[in-house]
Every structure is written in C-alpha cells, then in structure tokens.
C-alpha cells in the first residue's frame, strides 16, 4: 500500500514538473568523447560529489576535475550536459556520463559489477550479451538550485543515444529518490538488480534498464490506466516521444499512440 502510494505520489510530481515550463531555456548536450564542454561537466561533477562526501578534497586536482587515480572511468566514458546560455555564455547546470565496456575488460569495465552483488537472473542476461551494447549510467551531478527538469533531459537525452547506438542494457547505482522516480519514467523497463548497498558515500539501488523496452512497456501500462492515470502517462509520453526514432514503432504502437492523441503523432 505504502508503495503505490510513493509510485502515485512520484507520478503525480514528474507531470507537475512536465506541465511547469521549467524546461524553457534548457538545453541537454551531447558531448560525446571529445567536446570543450567536457572540461565545465567534469568540474561540476568534482564539486558536487566533493560537497556530498562521495570524493576527498585530495581527490581533485587543481584545475577542478577529479584526477584519473580517484576516477579511472573517465578515459572510458560518453558525457552528456544541460546548458543555460546567457551573457557570460554556456553554464553547465546538469551532467552525466555512460561508462562504455572497453575492449581488454569487457563487462568488468563497470564499477557497479565490482561493488554490488547482483541477483543470478542478471549474470546469466549479462553473458548473453555483448559488452558492447552495455553503458552503466553515472556522474549524475546538477548545480545547486538548477530544476530537476535537467535531470529529466539528461535521461531522455542518454536514452536517445542508446537507441541509436544499439545499447540492449544500462547498469545503474541510483540513490532511493531517483530509483523511484525513474521507475515512474521508465515504467516496466527498469528493475532492481540487487539488494540496497553502500556505493559511493551513500546507499543506492543497483538498477536495469532496457532502452528499447521503455515505449512498449509504457503503452502496456497506459492501456491498463484508467481515468487521471491515463492522462498522467500520457504526458509522459509526449516528453519522451518528442524525438523517438519512429521506426522503433509497430504499427500497432504508432495506432495506439495516435488514438491516445500524443503529440507530434496526432
């Protein structure tokens, strides 16, 4: 009962934060690899993680970043950002990374592997598949008092990439707000992994998520919605939907999302 009051309670914040206009002015980033950006994201990530504990002062260097001893996964990561331009040009208010598998480590390329014991379901869906295809999500960080709009674009943002790119898994340690949160984003697509651990400084979630599960599991959840819940997820949709590949879509998704007037698909 607590539960689904906490899902409901969270679905109800995602559409308030979707229908606030908090988003005007932002704009999510694909950096990449290689980007001048790539500098900006990595000090906010540094302080952030510096003002919660989760790094040391000595672990920064002194031009802000993180140095590669206190964090190898740099030199194998995919950063994304969310920008405000202004008169002093681009701020960085929200990044991300996907830690990518390298070649000479594969699957043990992921921390969260290292550190977290996963249920036996998920080894035995990790050997089926390339570790290529595989991101783990970390470096959440966002600029003190920046909406959580920004948050919601760098998963969407991320999501995109991974649609086009082929990722079939993301592996995450999400701290207990955010797992919930996502839960309601990403419905039926993201799971638990294993038992609440120590990661970082704090306690988190090892968590799932298969990209290209999220629309169809989401349109499995509208058709059982009923009344303001349907309404609700709908809304989400339009967010997420806004720049899907349209040909990940069966016809009988796109004549669904058409009969629950989505926009962009009306």
Request: charged share 25%.
């Amino acid at each position: 009962m607590f539960k689904s009051y906490r899902k409901l309670k969270n679905l109800y914040r995602l559409n308030e934060l979707l229908g606030s206009g908090d988003f005007s002015g932002h704009t999510a980033k694909e950096l990449g690899r290689e980007h001048d950006l790539i500098e900006k994201a990595q000090q906010l990530h540094a302080s952030v993680y510096l003002s919660r504990g989760f790094i040391n002062p000595e672990d920064i260097n002194e031009d802000g970043r993180i140095h590669h001893g206190a964090d190898v996964h740099q030199a194998h990561s995919y950063y994304f950002v969310v920008a405000l331009e202004g008169k002093k040009g681009t701020q960085i208010i929200a990044t991300i990374r996907q830690i990518e598998a390298t070649t000479q480590k594969g699957m043990a390329s992921f921390p969260i592997l290292e550190k977290v014991v996963v249920h036996e379901w998920v080894e035995k869906e990790l050997k089926g598949v390339s570790p290529s295809t595989v991101v783990e999500i970390s470096g959440l960080a966002k600029r003190r008092g920046a909406s959580s709009a920004a948050v919601l674009l760098l998963y969407r943002e991320m999501w995109y990439r991974s649609l086009r790119d082929g990722h079939s898994l993301w592996l995450m340690a999400c701290d207990t707000r955010l797992y919930e949160r996502l839960v309601v984003l990403f419905e039926g697509a993201i799971f638990q992994i294993g038992d609440l651990a120590k990661y970082q400084g704090g306690d988190v979630i090892p968590a799932l998520c298969r990209p290209f599960e999220v629309v169809p599991a989401l349109l499995r959840t509208v058709a059982k919605s009923r009344l303001q819940k349907k309404v609700f997820h709908r809304k989400i949709l339009e967010f997420l939907l806004m720049d899907y590949p349209p040909h990940l879509l069966t016809s009988e998704e796109l004549q669904l999302i058409k009969k629950l007037k989505v926009r962009h698909y009306v």
